[in-house]
């Protein structure tokens, strides 16, 4: 693939809230759960043995699910610290800082907008909600 299509590539899969680059800062840091693969079909409640399988049963079971994977858009500034606030809350922090970056979000339904710019050092960003994620 030529460089603008890989670019294109990852713009779309950003947009659409799917990590394609530097996953390895991901690993041992958040559930699959949160890293929205139940909505992509990438968790089998009805299979165990997997590494994490007894907590995510558990988040699911008991509706706990707080934290979510979501791709964020930098709207001034540059992204160097990584956590995020809003109203000198800690509401998240960014584990991928790269072109096309995504943070761990606390997150429900009922308080969340992401037509919310948020504070993350001297940067700010907005948090993109893809419309698959419940």
Known sequence: LKN???????????ELGIP?????KL???LFGIEC?????????????????QENTARIKL????????????LVK???KDEIIKYNNNEIGKVLIKNKFPFA???YSNENFNTKNEFKCGNAVIKVI???WIK
């Open 27 to 29: 690993q041992n840091k």
């Open 20 to 24: 394609q680059k530097d996953m390895n």
């Open 77 to 79: 500034g540059e992204l």
């Open 104 to 106: 761990l979000i606390k």
């Open 4 to 14: 603008s299509k890989i670019e294109e590539y990852y713009k779309l899969s950003h």
């Open 129 to 131: 909600k893809p419309s």
């Open 36 to 52: 929205n693969f139940e909505e992509l079909n990438g968790i089998d409640f009805q299979k165990g043995c997997y590494v994490g």
């Open 62 to 73: 008991k509706n706990k699910l707080s934290k979510r994977l979501l791709p964020i858009q």
